[in-house]
């Protein structure tokens, strides 16, 4: 257990509706980062936020978007679903605003969209 | 732009050394990390460099040199529980983003 929960862990939804993935981050965690992994693509960083702000922003797209709570835990809300959607998706915490020793991940949510 | 290339497979036998390199371009760089992960579940860190040289933790070995753009994971002793993706990625620019590469599937075989 890497203390960053994802839920849920497995999401199956048709095209055109909306989904929101929890992410809880590791205890004392400010900073919550936002992937989307599919086959073809790697590990695409979405967003980030710290301390409730969002501190970075990567190529998310305007059908989705994300907030950080002031318990620090994050949503991330996919709308308007496509078929190319379909990924597993990662949240991943570290203590501060910037990287030193790398992340934590949680064990993502795999979404396919049908 | 900023561009992150590591073989796409590779195989090795039980016992063995294996070498998996990664080559980078990007806008600055702050730092190079590798992070391992099975199939279906999260990345897990494995090492983190910063200055040029090699960085040894167990059966697991990283090496940088910044000016050729270039690292490499060494992994000795092999097990078949290293069978699994090895994912590059770059800390770049003045936001200090991560870059990953697509990442190099290794099948360890007995």
């Known amino acids: 257990d890497s203390g960053v929960t994802q839920t849920p862990k497995h999401l199956i939804t048709a095209t055109g509706q909306r989904v929101t993935l929890r992410c809880s981050p590791r205890?004392?965690?400010?900073?919550v980062y936002w992937y989307q992994q599919s086959l073809d693509q790697g590990l695409q960083f979405l967003i980030q936020y710290y301390n409730g702000e969002e501190r970075a922003k990567g190529n998310i797209l305007e059908r989705f978007s994300a907030q950080q709570f002031p318990d620090l835990h994050s949503e991330l809300n996919l709308s308007s679903l496509e078929l190319g959607d379909s990924a597993l998706y990662f949240c991943?915490?570290?203590?501060?605003?910037?990287?030193?020793?790398?992340?934590?991940f949680g064990s993502g949510t795999r979404l396919t969209v049908v | 732009g900023q561009n992150i290339d590591q073989p796409t497979e590779m195989t090795a036998t039980e016992g063995a050394i294996v070498q998996i390199n990664c080559t980078y371009q990007?806008?600055?760089?702050?730092?190079l990390f590798w992070y391992q992960q099975h199939a279906g579940e999260a990345p897990t860190f494995l090492s983190y460099?910063?200055l040029d040289g090699l960085e040894e933790k167990g059966r697991f070995s990283s090496f940088l040199s910044r000016s050729k753009g270039y690292s490499y994971l060494l992994l000795k002793e092999l097990q078949m529980k290293d069978s699994a993706s090895y994912l590059c990625?770059?800390?770049?620019?003045?936001?200090?983003?991560?870059?990953w590469g697509l990442g190099t599937s290794l099948a360890v075989n007995p």
């Open positions: 991943a915490s570290s203590p501060g605003p910037d990287l030193v020793y790398g992340y934590t």
């Open positions: 460099n910063v």
């Open positions: 990625a770059v800390e770049a620019g003045n936001n200090r983003k991560l870059i």
């Open positions: 205890s004392g965690d400010l900073s």
């Open positions: 990007t806008s600055g760089f702050n730092g």
